[in-house]
């Protein structure tokens, strides 16, 4: 029933861009809270960018200023804008949609791999 799906990931230089692209199978929804989640390898999954459904976006640290998060409901789609690209974003990118920001209605995408060249 529900399908999200990540697309976008490549391979790029250091200091370089890509932009990430997520779509649901039910759409893509402005009262929803979304997010993007980065993996490096042998590290946990941590939360990099959120939107709630109010609007407001959070950013990890580590990606503040160079990667934004952005939703288009009329296309459906969930996006993650990464410029100035660093070896250290290098994993796996997943999306997560949570149905009116409820836990219980959490689902993932099988994610997207990006990889940052020196």
């Known amino acids: 029933q529900v399908h999200v799906a990540e697309s976008g990931g490549g391979s790029v230089r250091s200091g370089g861009s890509l932009r990430l692209s997520c779509t649901n199978s039910?759409?893509?929804?402005?009262?929803?809270?979304m997010g993007w989640f980065h993996q490096a390898s042998g590290k946990e999954r941590e939360a990099v960018a959120s939107?709630?459904?109010?609007?407001?976006?959070t950013y990890a640290d580590s990606v503040a200023g160079r990667f934004t998060i952005t939703q288009d409901t009329d296309n459906n789609t969930l996006s993650l804008q990464m410029d100035s690209l660093k070896p250290e974003d290098t994993g796996m990118y997943y999306c997560?949609?949570?149905?009116?920001?409820?836990?219980?209605?959490?689902?993932w995408g099988k994610g997207t791999q990006v990889t940052v060249s020196s």
């Open positions: 997560v949609i949570r149905r009116w920001c409820l836990e219980r209605y959490t689902y």
């Open positions: 039910e759409g893509i929804h402005s009262n929803d809270c």
């Open positions: 939107i709630d459904a109010q609007g407001r976006t």
